[in-house]
T-cell receptor, first 115, second 111 residues
Framework: KAGVTQTPRYLIKTRGQQVTLSCSPI?????VSWYQQTPGQGLQFLFE???????NKGNFPGRFSGRQFSNSRSEMNVSTLELGDSALYLC??????????????FGPGTRLTVT | KQEVTQIPAALSVPEGENLVLNCSFT??????LQWFRQDPGKGLTSLLL?????REQTSGRLNASLDKSSGRSTLYIAASQPGDSATYLC??????????FGTGTSLTVIP
């Protein structure tokens, strides 16, 4: 099975611009979560989508949004970029294991640099 | 709100040594706990998943234990190798599908 894929892998944007990141989960996985990772804050949960519906949301401003398509692929969008948005954005897909536990599988991430 | 702490933040050991990484969490009402490793600039690789009803899980040289009542988990790495050098993160799932991560332990294994 192919793993979680994220595109693009690297992005450089200017303050005030917007950006869209894409994530394709493992085939058959219906849940996709997004995380922001920075040296200072570590891994912070952005939101989770399940069957095209946002199921959980972290404590991020409304500039961060996402969506999920019927094929479970997900996108996240950041509008009006700020320098502090520079980070590694990670996507994880998950499904119930045979033992009934949710296990997350991560993609390689998108490194966003805002200048 | 669930808080996850990992101590130490960094650890350096000679090759061949056995070591223990610690993870503690504030709310014992969790469904499962997962250990990951992350290589610099890369995504996370799942190492072990422990359900709340389990006490430990093993995979090769790795053994993870869970003590829900005390809010602690440990990751034991036997006979460490330079290839084990990475950052190790633990994550807990209190409910739903939101995971809370610790800040990680950066491990360096010296040849």
């Amino acid at each position: 099975k192919a793993g979680v894929t994220q595109t693009p892998r690297y992005l450089i944007k200017t303050r005030g611009q917007q950006v869209t990141l894409s994530c394709s989960p493992i085939s058959g996985h219906r849940s996709v979560s997004w995380y922001q990772q920075t040296p200072g804050q570590g891994l912070q949960f952005l939101f989770e989508y399940f069957s095209e519906t946002q199921r959980n949301k972290g404590n991020f401003p409304g500039r961060f949004s996402g969506r999920q398509f019927s094929n479970s692929r997900s996108e996240m969008n950041v509008s009006t970029l700020e320098l502090g948005d520079s980070a590694l954005y990670l996507c994880a897909s998950s499904s119930l294991s045979g033992t009934g536990a949710y296990e997350q599988y991560f993609g390689p991430g998108t490194r966003l640099t805002v200048t | 709100k669930q808080e996850v702490t990992q101590i130490p933040a960094a650890l350096s050991v000679p090759e061949g040594e056995n070591l223990v990484l610690n993870c503690s969490f504030t709310d014992s009402a969790i469904y499962n706990l997962q250990w990951f490793r992350q290589d610099p600039g890369k995504g996370l690789t799942s190492l072990l998943l422990i359900q709340s009803s389990q006490r430990e899980q093993t995979s090769g040289r790795l053994n993870a234990s869970l003590d829900k009542s005390s809010g602690r988990s440990t990751l034991y790495i036997a006979a460490s190798q330079p290839g084990d050098s990475a950052t190790y993160l633990c994550a807990v799932r209190p409910g739903g599908n939101q995971f809370y991560f610790g800040t990680g332990t950066s491990l360096t294994v010296i040849p």
